[in-house]
């Protein structure tokens, strides 16, 4: 990875591609969270003074990390709720609870600096590696 982010911006015609890494599966998902909230607002115009919970559900692991970047996503775009940090409390395989660590969204301070319209199924993949784990995805913008 490049400079201090866990994670990079992959080129795709367009739509904006993410890989994010972490050293545990847990990891990768909170990183995503702070990713999706570091693309669109910036993390930097975030305060971490709330708690928020989430549980999402998904046939398999893929498809509980599109849902759980589709639920940040929706905090973001509905303009609910701006998050700085996520712990991931419990994970299975089909299911996860976090805690979101935030603010309720700003609109003053939490300009919006790319617009994410959805996040896709398209190469949507969550697996390990050998320096820890990865995810994929494709987002519309």
Request: glycine residues 6%; aromatic residues 6%.
């Amino acid at each position: 990875m490049t400079g201090n982010k866990p994670y990079v911006i992959l080129n795709h015609t367009a739509d904006l591609g993410l890989l994010v890494t972490g050293r545990t599966i847990e990891d990768v998902f909170a990183n995503a969270a702070a990713a999706l909230t570091d693309l669109m607002i910036g993390t930097n115009a975030v305060k971490q003074i709330t708690r928020r919970g989430l549980d999402v559900d998904g046939i398999d692991r893929d498809d509980l990390w599109v849902n759980f970047l589709r639920e940040i996503l929706s905090l973001l775009t509905s303009k609910t709720y701006a998050v700085k940090s996520c712990q991931i409390l419990r994970m299975e395989a089909n299911q996860l609870t976090a805690e979101l660590r935030g603010e309720p969204y700003d609109v003053v301070r939490h300009v919006v600096k790319t617009e994410i319209k959805a996040i896709t199924y398209h190469q949507a993949v969550v697996r390990r590696t050998r320096d820890g784990w990865e995810g994929k995805v494709i987002c519309d913008v």
